[in-house]
């Protein structure tokens, strides 16, 4: 009776959070995740299959059923998510907390084991990895871990080079290996794979962990690898050497998959039994143990807990469908957004500065972290009249689903802020520094796509760089926001066919 | 007396066999605590923390034991130990490959610096930037020296500004800082100084600027802290230190000897002043005669000369530093002498004979460069009386026998903007009969005075009727 009741109320609170849900289906839609959403289902799929197929439950015998302990856990954490879903206005979460409900609910209908319950969750909670306002510090720390590495090779191997943050430069050659340092490739189904191999295996977290580290171990070691191959092949050449990054990829997820499984039979081989007679004894041991382990069933007040949860996260929904909080539709393609931001047309000069396409850009990359896959990168120049000194950049950045930290672009090649980020306006303002002479005033906005500005949505990043020798003054940053301003004013001008198309994305 | 020496031996092996055994028993020690059979007892902290080490011990022991235990392993254990190879070697060789890195740090950074030596004396400005950058941040390697290397490649590198910004950070005023660096930001306010728009009390801040780093500039020849200190001494207003203390440099080092110069015309000492040109001129010629493939003395007996104002002389000087470099640098040095010339001549009161020869000569040069359209502006769009005395002094260099195209093509110019067509036409065909390709130089030239002469309404209507056709002119026909 408990369990049906569970059941029943685990619908009702994933049944309340369809709109959400549905919004951010449509966002990964819009973002083009199809590669990723269809990985997704795939590893899901199979490791509903392998709990519940006879022939791949090969760790169904010492697998006893969820505690309500441990559902309570793993529904409070639901219940966190879903409040901040709410309260900071942003899908994700909720979609999250759906996620780990519907994991619940199936775990508990098919019968599956906690460790199982666990592995679902986690894939649950990974469908929008991409989105991850967090991705770009991940990308930035592995890619820097990964780039130091290729260093040591390169040091090694005796090529001259340098590094601009988490991007190499060679000595002979003046421009930055910007495309092999654009983060960790193949992450999301390298980690599908490892959790989808976590689950089948029957592992628990501490061994999963392990699995885990492993696999971003070898998947930093190897792309510091191929950095550093890359280097040696492209050093002392004055042309950018071209390769498929394709096949690039698909040996690197070949030889990280590799060395991951060959970690895993390290573990195997150094914590299991000296022998296959022990290891019958030790499973027995375990048998017993859990036989002996026995569950909290006959108290009441544990499922209390859990169906008052269970109301509140229902509750949370339904005040989200009354409120109209996630109903605004998304009639928007990707295409016409890129279309639209292509088609923006800059004044040519404006108050003393004369605005052109930029004719170098060493600093400008693509990220494997991107959130859709036709993610482009604009740049103008600025150049002075007689009357200013220096010189400034307009750039944008997107399309953006999810904006991250306004100085990502900055810290990623190594500026490190000078002051803190300020904010006026939904513009973000802040000094850098690099090296010893390096000095950087950043003026950054993300300017919406299409329409509503309470909401996260498409946007575009739109930057003016202002890079000197010297301190930039308090006059010149004032002036250098002032001349931001009229351009975000004059892009949004033109961006702003929200009304037109109908309803907003968000 | 050395008997005890023959037992020696034995008692080494016994001392090592002792250490050896409380070395094992230390270790031993640490292992048994790892033994934890009786885990089942409750134990207090010491104890547990006792356990955890000794457990920490044996998991290092296994660990360093795995590569040979394992191959004692049966069945599916064995069967992982094989399969774990891969992961085992790989992952100690990246272990190994960053400690390798790690621990030879210095010596991989000497190898940039010394890259960035190499560039510095190739003048490879942007390649010695470049793997400066592997070095310039790390705070414990780059010291003033190597930052002051960074800002001789970065000014190589055409980035002046960083380079200031480098040097001015290696000469602060609230610590010691590079002797170099000091001599650069003192020499700098000397140069600050020199300018005229200067208030009293900005003078005195930049005297006391100049005395601080003055008194700590070192890492240069000492006669070259003397200039400083003479001119230190001048705008001190202690003009006869300044002298004597230049006039010693200058006894020792001929090379100053424009400087020196330039200090007597300020001290009102223009007889001397010419007498310290003579000479210099002079110590310079003899040095050049000695070793002609020294750029430095013929730069500065060019412009010793210039200082004289022998303009030809210092002509033939830059001339035969072409004849011997054949280089773009000395084809540079003669027309930016000769442009001090033009300049010289140009300055009122006019020297025509002068502004004639530079025109002819840059016309030879620099055909129908901006320099050339510059110089005929200047010399040509005005007055008819002026115009005129260069028609002279034209007539005069052709009768001298100099470069005759270009003359008669001078003499066609002057005679067009005079309003004498006939002669202008002579004067044009003249010059495209020794010389054919005048004509196409003529037809620019004529297009650039047209425009050139816009605000004079007399002079562009001249040049406006002026046209010249290709084929007008026979060059066959004398």
């Given at each position: 009776m408990d369990k049906k009741i569970t059941i029943g109320l685990l619908i009702a609170a994933v049944a309340m959070q369809t709109t959400a849900i549905g919004l951010m289906l449509k966002q990964i839609a819009f973002a083009g995740l199809s590669m990723d959403l269809a990985l997704f289902f795939l590893a899901f799929a199979l490791m509903v299959l392998t709990g519940m197929v006879t022939p791949f439950s090969r760790s169904s015998t010492d697998e006893h059923p969820i505690r309500a302990r441990y559902l309570i856990l793993f529904v409070s954490a639901a219940v966190g998510t879903c409040l901040l879903g709410v309260l900071s206005n942003d899908p994700v979460w909720v979609f999250r907390a759906a996620g780990l409900c519907f994991a619940a609910l199936i775990a508990l209908v098919a019968g599956f084991s906690t460790n199982r319950l666990f592995y679902l969750g986690l894939v649950l909670c990974m469908v929008p990895l991409s989105l991850w306002k967090t991705a770009p510090w991940v990308h930035s720390l592995a890619q820097w871990l990964a780039s130091s590495f290729a260093g040591c090779l390169l040091d090694i191997y005796k090529v001259f080079y340098f590094a601009k943050g988490n991007v190499i430069g060679l000595v002979s050659t003046d421009f930055l290996q910007n495309e092999s340092c654009?983060?960790?490739?193949?992450?999301?189904?390298?980690?599908?794979?490892?959790?989808?191999?976590?689950?089948?295996?029957?592992?628990?977290?501490?061994?999963?962990?392990?699995?885990?580290?492993?696999?971003?171990?070898?998947?930093?070691?190897?792309?510091?690898?191929?950095?550093?191959?890359?280097?040696?092949?492209?050093?002392?050449?004055?042309?950018?050497?071209?390769?498929?990054?394709?096949?690039?990829?698909?040996?690197?997820?070949?030889?990280?998959?590799?060395?991951?499984?060959?970690?895993?039979?390290?573990?195997?081989?150094?914590?299991?039994?000296?022998?296959?007679?022990?290891?019958?004894?030790?499973?027995?041991?375990?048998?017993?143990?859990?036989?002996?382990?026995?569950?909290?069933?006959?108290?009441?007040?544990?499922?209390?807990?859990?169906?008052?949860?269970?109301?509140?996260?229902?509750?949370?929904?339904?005040?989200?469908?009354?409120?109209?909080?996630?109903?605004?539709?998304?009639?928007?393609?990707?295409?016409?957004?890129?279309?639209?931001?292509?088609?923006?047309?800059l004044e040519s000069a404006v108050e003393g500065w004369?605005?052109?396409?930029?004719?170098?850009?060493?600093?400008?990359?693509?990220?494997?972290?991107?959130?859709?896959?036709?993610?482009?990168?604009?740049?103008?120049?600025?150049?002075?009249?007689?009357?200013?000194?220096?010189?400034?950049?307009?750039?944008?950045?997107?399309?953006?689903?999810?904006?991250?930290?306004?100085?990502?672009?900055?810290?990623?090649?190594?500026?490190?802020?000078?002051?803190?980020?300020?904010?006026?306006?939904?513009?973000?303002?802040?000094?850098?520094?690099?090296?010893?002479?390096?000095?950087?005033?950043?003026?950054?906005?993300?300017?919406?796509?299409?329409?509503?500005?309470?909401?996260?949505?498409?946007?575009v990043q739109v930057s003016l760089v202002h890079e000197s020798v010297r301190p930039i003054t308090e006059k010149q940053r004032k002036e250098h926001k002032e001349l931001h301003a009229r351009g975000v004013e004059a892009i949004e001008k033109q961006l702003d066919f929200g009304a037109a198309i109908g309803d907003s994305i968000r | 007396m050395l008997r005890f020496l023959t037992d020696l031996p034995i008692r080494i092996i016994a001392w090592i066999s002792d250490l050896l055994e409380i070395t094992l028993r230390f270790f031993a020690g640490f292992l048994d605590r790892g033994n934890f059979e009786d885990s089942g007892h409750p134990v207090g902290l010491y104890r547990s923390l006792n356990r955890k080490l000794g457990q920490f011990f044996w998991f290092l022991a296994k660990l360093i034991s795995y590569p040979i235990a394992g191959f004692f392993y049966r069945g599916k254990r064995r069967q992982a130990f094989l399969c774990s190879i891969p992961f085992c070697v790989l992952a100690s060789s990246v272990m190994a490959s960053c400690l390798l890195v790690a621990f030879n740090r210095e010596r991989i950074l000497n190898r940039y610096l010394a890259r960035v030596q190499n560039a510095y004396s190739k003048q490879d400005g942007p390649k010695g930037v470049r793997a400066a950058m592997r070095w310039i941040g790390d705070t414990e390697y780059a010291n003033a020296d190597r930052k002051f290397l960074y800002s001789l490649v970065e000014i190589q590198n055409g980035n002046a500004g960083s380079a200031e910004r480098i040097l001015e950070g290696l000469s602060p005023r609230d610590s010691t800082g590079l002797g170099i660096a000091h001599f650069w930001k003192a020499s700098q306010c000397v140069g600050k100084l020199e300018e005229s728009n200067l208030g009293e009390s900005q003078r005195i801040e930049l005297l006391e600027d100049l005395d601080w780093h003055l008194e700590r500039a070192s890492g240069v020849r000492p006669e070259q802290i003397a200039l400083l200190e003479s001119m230190k001494a001048y705008w001190d207003g202690r003009l006869d230190e300044a002298e004597s203390k230049y006039r010693k440099v200058?006894?020792?080092?001929?090379?100053?000897?424009?400087?020196?110069?330039?200090?007597?015309?300020?001290?009102?000492?223009d007889q001397e002043r010419q007498a310290v040109l003579r000479t210099g001129a002079e110590r310079m010629?003899?040095?050049?005669?000695?070793?002609?493939?020294?750029?430095?003395?013929?730069?500065?007996?060019?412009?010793?000369?210039?200082?004289?104002?022998?303009?030809?002389?210092?002509?033939?000087?830059?001339?035969?530093?072409?004849?011997?470099?054949?280089?773009?640098?000395?084809?540079?040095?003669?027309?930016?002498?000769?442009?001090?010339?033009?300049?010289?001549?140009?300055?009122?009161?006019?020297?025509?004979?002068?502004?004639?020869?530079?025109?002819?000569?840059?016309?030879?040069?620099?055909?129908?460069?901006?320099?050339?359209?510059?110089?005929?502006?200047?010399?040509?769009?005005?007055?008819?009386?002026?115009?005129?005395?260069?028609?002279?002094?034209?007539?005069?260099?052709?009768?001298?026998?100099?470069?005759?195209?270009?003359?008669?093509?001078?003499?066609?110019?002057?005679?067009?903007?005079?309003?004498?067509?006939?002669?202008?036409?002579?004067?044009?065909?003249?010059?495209?009969?020794?010389?054919?390709?005048?004509?196409?130089?003529?037809?620019?030239?004529?297009?650039?005075?047209?425009?050139?002469?816009?605000?004079?309404?007399?002079?562009?209507?001249?040049?406006?009727?002026w046209q010249v056709l290709e084929g007008s002119i026979d060059p066959k026909k004398r």
């Open positions: 654009s983060g960790l490739r193949l992450i999301y189904p390298m980690i599908l794979l490892a959790i989808a191999y976590g689950c089948f295996n029957g592992y628990r977290f501490p061994r999963f962990l392990y699995l885990l580290c492993v696999l971003l171990f070898w998947a930093i070691v190897s792309q510091g690898a191929w950095i550093a191959v890359e280097a040696i092949m492209q050093d002392r050449q004055s042309t950018k050497v071209s390769y498929n990054s394709g096949t690039v990829s698909v040996i690197l997820f070949a030889s990280v998959t590799l060395l991951t499984w060959s970690g895993d039979q390290f573990f195997s081989a150094f914590f299991g039994p000296s022998s296959d007679k022990e290891s019958e004894t030790s499973i027995d041991a375990k048998k017993i143990e859990l036989t002996n382990d026995k569950d909290i069933s006959d108290s009441k007040v544990p499922w209390m807990v859990l169906w008052s949860m269970l109301v509140g996260i229902a509750f949370l929904g339904g005040w989200s469908i009354y409120k109209g909080q996630w109903a605004q539709g998304l009639n928007l393609r990707q295409y016409e957004a890129i279309s639209a931001v292509e088609s923006l047309k004369k605005i052109g396409p930029a004719t170098k850009s060493t600093e400008s990359f693509s990220p494997v972290f991107r959130q859709t896959p036709d993610w482009k990168h604009w740049e103008w120049d600025l150049t002075p009249d007689q009357s200013r000194e220096g010189s400034m950049k307009l750039r944008i950045d997107g399309i953006w689903i999810a904006l991250p930290r306004p100085d990502w672009l900055w810290r990623w090649y190594g500026w490190k802020p000078d002051l803190v980020l300020s904010e006026d306006n939904g513009s973000f303002s802040f000094a850098l520094k690099r090296s010893i002479v390096e000095e950087a005033y950043v003026v950054t906005k993300g300017v919406r796509v299409v329409g509503d500005s309470t909401l996260p949505g498409p946007v | 200058f006894e020792s080092d001929f090379s100053q000897s424009l400087g020196f110069a330039a200090l007597l015309k300020r001290l009102g000492k010629g003899e040095g050049l005669r000695s070793d002609p493939w020294n750029r430095a003395y013929r730069v500065q007996l060019a412009s010793l000369y210039e200082a004289l104002g022998e303009w030809g002389r210092a002509e033939q000087v830059n001339l035969e530093g072409y004849k011997i470099h054949r280089d773009q640098d000395s084809i540079d040095a003669y027309l930016a002498s000769m442009e001090r010339r033009a300049e010289a001549a140009l300055k009122e009161p006019r020297d025509l004979r002068e502004v004639a020869y530079c025109l002819v000569k840059f016309l030879r040069t620099s055909r129908a460069g901006p320099r050339v359209q510059d110089i005929m502006v200047r010399s040509l769009l005005r007055p008819q009386s002026e115009l005129l005395e260069l028609q002279k002094q034209l007539q005069q260099w052709l009768v001298e026998g100099l470069d005759l195209p270009m003359v008669h093509l001078s003499l066609s110019f002057c005679k067009g903007l005079s309003g004498d067509d006939t002669s202008r036409d002579w004067h044009l065909e003249q010059a495209c009969r020794y010389e054919p390709s005048t004509l196409g130089l003529a037809q620019s030239l004529i297009v650039a005075m047209q425009e050139a002469s816009k605000n004079q309404q007399q002079m562009h209507e001249r040049m406006k009727r």
